[in-house]
């Protein structure tokens, strides 16, 4: 009876050490449910807009009523954006910048105060060759004009590219990132090493080529498409410029065509790497006459962002976030 007893004792314990170590070795071999978390989560899609108030509007600087046009402009974009929790990004030439001052209306400080994005435009000369120098200081008087009325680090130049040897002159002049990367861009370097990147922020080390560089210092956070009103004469994210340009109406059929082709990225784009998809605004778009189809456009971009299709964030944002996840 004793040995049975014991024979039954050793059985029972040698389970016990069987089920302890497999206990201990799944816990040391399997990965736990945090860590496979982090394996599986895709990086963001970030949706982002630019309206960008240009150098070649002299009079926002000298006229009130064309400072107050373009103001009540860029007010009205923030009041639909608000309502659908969208962000844009305001960037501003060196006119509306001094028209702030003249006029005693400081509508850049009240765009970064109401959570949008602000920036600066400074419109290299598309076809001159400037000395570094010069385009340097050309560059820095926007960001200073743009310091002087806003509390906050300027870092970033949207749409300074053009023949002139704009990484240099970017980086001298105080930016960390550059945006609004369109055709411009690519005056300074020869065609054949033009890249398909575009919707993946990456470094340079210079402005020869697009290509990511590992040691690159400047972000290029392009994702460029083109004006929300444009989408339905293009037809896809990756068209050519209309005939009607800057004239194009902006209708449903636009939104429609921008959650088409939103929605298509998304769902076949890189998921370990960080996306832009960035949509330019002009400011005459921010008009009453356009109420319902803006109204329309930032519903949907919500409903994708409410959905975990996407997320609404600032220029200055993108590059936040590359830093982090460098």
């Known amino acids: 009876m004793k040995n049975s007893y014991n024979k039954i004792l050793i059985i029972f314990s040698g389970l ?3 089920g302890c170590l497999f206990f201990v070795g799944s816990a040391y071999f399997l990965p736990s449910a945090s ?3 982090i394996q599986t989560v895709p990086a963001i899609l970030y949706l982002t807009t630019m309206t960008h108030l240009e150098d070649a509007w002299g009079e926002a600087a000298t006229q009130e009523m064309y400072f107050k046009r373009v103001a ?3 007010r009205y974009g923030m009041d639909l954006a608000e309502d659908y929790d969208a962000i844009l990004t305001i960037e501003t030439g060196l006119p509306f910048a001094e028209g702030c001052v003249n006029f005693n209306d400081n509508v850049m400080a ?15 000369p598309a076809k001159k060759v400037l000395p570094i120098e010069l385009a ?9 004009a743009l310091k002087n009325l806003v509390d906050t680090d300027i870092i970033g130049c949207s749409g300074v590219s053009a023949k002139s040897d704009w990484y240099t002159a970017s980086l001298q002049a105080g930016c960390s990132f550059v945006d609004g990367t369109v055709a411009f861009a690519y005056l300074s370097m020869p065609m054949a090493p033009l890249g398909d990147e575009r919707f ?5 080390n210079s402005c020869e080529d697009f290509v990511p560089d590992e040691d690159g210092d400047l972000l290029l956070g392009s994702g460029e498409t083109f004006s929300l009103a444009m989408y339905a004469e293009i037809g896809d994210r990756n068209g050519v410029h209309p005939e009607c340009g800057n004239e194009c109406p902006l209708t449903t059929d636009d ?6 082709e939103i929605t298509d990225f998304a769902n076949g784009r890189d998921t370990a790497r960080i996306a832009k998809f960035n949509v330019y605004f002009p400011a005459n778009l921010f008009v009453p006459e356009n109420k319902k189809v803006l109204e329309l456009f930032f519903k949907e971009a919500q409903k994708l962002q409410n959905s975990g299709v996407l997320q609404w964030a ?3 944002k993108i590059y936040e976030v590359m830093v982090a996840d460098r």
């Open 136 to 144: 340097t200081d050309f560059i820095k008087k926007r960001i200073d």
């Open 110 to 124: 009240e765009v970064l105060e109401r959570g949008h994005g602000v920036g600066v435009h400074p419109d290299l």
């Open 35 to 37: 860590q496979a978390d």
């Open 200 to 204: 993946y922020p990456f470094w340079i």
């Open 314 to 316: 600032s220029q200055a």
């Open 16 to 18: 016990v050490v069987l």
């Open 255 to 260: 939104v429609e065509i921008f959650v088409r």
């Open 72 to 74: 009540e402009e860029v």
